[in-house]
């Protein structure tokens, strides 16, 4: 069956680095594009991240742009989440989303 699993959350100090990645199963990884999302407690999911098939073409909102990378490796099935000079408000459960599926998702805390 399809399968997302995330791994790479943790807590760090604001301004720290954290690269998030998530393994897929179950489909043709390479023909999908992939995503980001994140849920602050109290809050809506939210979108973070968008990578094209072969990687090319990514696309971020403003409140991530410039600090978040998204990258994948289609030999690997796992798309990665390089996460830079991170924020309180980073804080949230993240998850990994493709093919109409969810993963588990991965808890970030930063802390100040």
């Known amino acids: 069956q399809v399968q997302l699993v995330e791994s790479g959350g943790g807590l760090v100090q604001s301004g720290g680095s954290l690269r998030l990645s998530c393994v897929a199963s179950g489909f043709p990884f390479s023909i999908y594009g992939m995503m980001w999302y994140r849920q602050a407690p109290g809050k809506e999911r939210e979108w973070v991240a968008s990578i094209g098939i072969n990687g090319a073409i990514t696309s971020y909102p403003d409140s991530v742009k410039g600090r978040f990378t998204i990258s994948r490796d289609n030999a690997k099935n796992t798309v990665y989440l390089q996460m830079n000079s991170l924020k309180l408000e980073d804080t949230a459960v993240y998850y990994c989303?493709?093919?109409?599926?969810w993963g588990q998702g991965t808890q970030v805390t930063v802390s100040s």
């Open positions: 989303r493709g093919k109409d599926t």
